[in-house]
């Protein structure tokens, strides 16, 4: 079975350009997450989204990242515009139901801004 | 300036030993945990898991004992190997709470020695 599709795996991009991260959950899971990694303040979570609604987006750094899930295969996590303190490793990962269930994390993508 | 990260716990062990990772969780409501394992450069791994009505649950190598009078949960690692060599993170869930998402600990580098 596939697990959680992350694209793509390696970004590097320049201050002030627009970043688009990529999530397909696993297959029957309604329940979608976006981490942060950072060696500074280790994961975080950024979002989720259950049935396609976002339920708490508490953890969005700020206006400059916003994150969709127009089905439930699909989501994005965008940055505009992007600077240097937002290198890290953005993870995504899914769970069957709710958001206290174990969730299954995808390979990451690693954001370079220069 | 200089760069200040998160200090990982790290415990270093022979391979062939086995392994006690331990992990401190805040809240007493908590109802289920988990243990993940994350390589380097890959998202974190499901382990095992363990719900608040059970004191100990065994896997394939692995034991996850739970001590809820001190909030206290461990995993064991039965002779280690070197691909156990990685961060492992502890997580919990309150479903009754106002988050109902599970909480990270910081992580615990484990690195087997050949």
């Known amino acids: 079975d596939a697990g959680v599709i992350q694209s793509p795996r390696h970004e590097v991009t320049e201050m002030g350009q627009e970043v688009t991260l990529r999530c397909k959950p696993i297959?029957?899971?309604?329940?979608l997450f976006w981490y942060r990694q950072t060696m500074m303040r280790g994961l975080e979570l950024l979002i989720y989204?259950?049935?396609?609604?976002?339920?708490?987006d508490s953890g969005m750094p700020e206006d400059r990242f916003s994150a969709k899930m127009p089905n439930a295969s699909f989501s994005t996590l965008k940055i505009q515009p992007s600077e240097p303190r937002d290198s890290a490793v953005y993870f995504c990962?899914?769970?069957?139901?709710?958001?206290?269930?174990?969730?299954?994390f995808g390979p990451g993508t690693r954001l370079t801004v220069l | 300036g200089e760069s200040v990260g998160l200090h990982l716990p790290t415990l270093s062990v022979q391979e062939g030993d086995n392994s006690i990772i331990n992990c401190a969780y805040s809240?007493?409501?908590?109802?289920?945990f988990i243990w993940y394992k994350q390589e380097s450069g890959k998202g974190p791994q499901f382990i095992i898991d363990?719900?608040?009505?059970?004191d100990k649950r065994q896997g394939q190598r692995v034991t996850v004992l739970l001590n809820k009078t001190v909030k206290h949960l461990s995993l064991q690692i039965a002779a280690t190997q070197p691909g156990d060599s990685a961060v492992y993170f502890c997580?919990?869930?309150?479903?009754?709470?106002?988050?109902?998402?599970?909480?990270f600990g910081t992580g615990t580098l484990l690195a087997v020695q050949p």
């Open positions: 363990i719900r608040s009505n059970m």
């Open positions: 989204f259950n049935n396609n609604v976002p339920i708490d």
């Open positions: 997580a919990d869930v309150n479903y009754g709470g106002a988050t109902n998402k599970l909480i």
């Open positions: 297959s029957g899971h309604n329940s």
């Open positions: 809240n007493s409501a908590s109802d289920y």
């Open positions: 990962a899914s769970s069957l139901y709710r958001g206290g269930d174990t969730q299954y």
